[in-house]
């Protein structure tokens, strides 16, 4: 049966600061059904002379459509307000640091065969928890992304040991409190620590100064929800990946 979960390219690494995912997509429903529901109409009219377009409806085909398929609605949908993740992996990446506020989120890591990537827990009736799969704290931090142009959340790990990122960017926030403007080089080292260092603004950079102030206002006033830059699994969405599915019933746990 052909479906539209592919896997996607992703870190193998629970606990690296990665992905956005990218989510299962509905399954889609064969025209033939579309096809059927849309004759229940006709068969109520009156008989005669076809009114316009009413007995021009195509053969039916098995095939999905794509207007059904990318333009129905999705609860992986993107938000016109959601934002991107920025991910740190073994290069160094580049991000000017311009708030210290920050949203807490617990976060599930899936690296099934069909869907790899973080979701948001749902918290209270999570299906993801119920089916045994653990969620862990990240602080989303809203960072300038000055090669792509655009404020982006920055997933730190909350944990304090040495090497991880929080403690690293603390003493750089505090400069941040205090007015100062600079670029943070970040990078994941082989160890899994990270390698953190600020470079000075070059006079002609981009650093977001006309998007910034909008948007730290945006966030002080409650309307940016950092957190929605992850999908929440609804218990249908679970139940369209195989290999969740599988487990959910192992565990008893039926659509
Ligand atoms: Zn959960």
């Not at 064969?30 to 409806?57: C, F, H, V, W, Y």
């Not at 311009?98 to 990537?117: I, M, N, Q, S």
């Not at 006309?210 to 206002?217: D, G, M, S």
Request: proline letters at 13%; a neutral charge; hydrophobic letters at 40%.
């Amino acid at each position: 049966m052909m479906t539209c979960d592919e896997p996607v390219p992703e870190n193998s690494r629970a606990d690296l600061p990665t992905t956005q995912p990218s989510p299962p997509q509905p399954i889609s429903e064969p025209l033939a059904e579309l096809a059927q529901e849309a004759g229940a109409e006709p068969t109520r009219r009156k008989r005669g002379r076809p009114r316009k377009n009413e007995s021009t409806a195509p053969p039916k085909c098995v095939l999905p459509d794509a207007l059904e398929l990318w333009g129905g609605e999705s609860p992986h949908a993107t938000p016109p307000s959601r934002l991107s993740v920025f991910k740190i992996e073994g290069n160094e990446k580049l991000f000017v640091p311009f708030t210290t506020h920050l949203a807490p989120v617990e976060l599930h890591y899936l690296d099934g065969p069909t869907f790899r990537g973080f979701t948001r827990c749902a918290t209270a009736g999570c299906i993801l928890c119920l089916i045994g799969k653990r969620a862990d704290p990240r602080h989303l931090l809203p960072v300038f992304d000055p090669l792509a142009k655009r404020v982006a959340v920055l997933p730190v790990p909350p944990a304090q040991r040495p090497g991880s990122l929080a403690p690293l960017l603390l003493p750089l926030l505090r400069r941040v409190q205090a007015g100062e403007l600079f670029i943070v080089g970040v990078a994941r080292k082989s160890d899994f620590s990270y390698a953190v260092r600020t470079l000075p603004l070059p006079d002609d950079a981009d650093v977001g100064a006309a998007l910034i102030p909008e948007f730290a206002a945006e966030l002080e006033a409650g309307r940016v929800d950092l957190t929605a830059s992850y999908p929440v699994m609804t218990a249908a969405d679970v139940f369209s990946v195989p290999e969740l599915a599988a487990e959910a019933a192992l565990r008893g746990i039926r659509t």
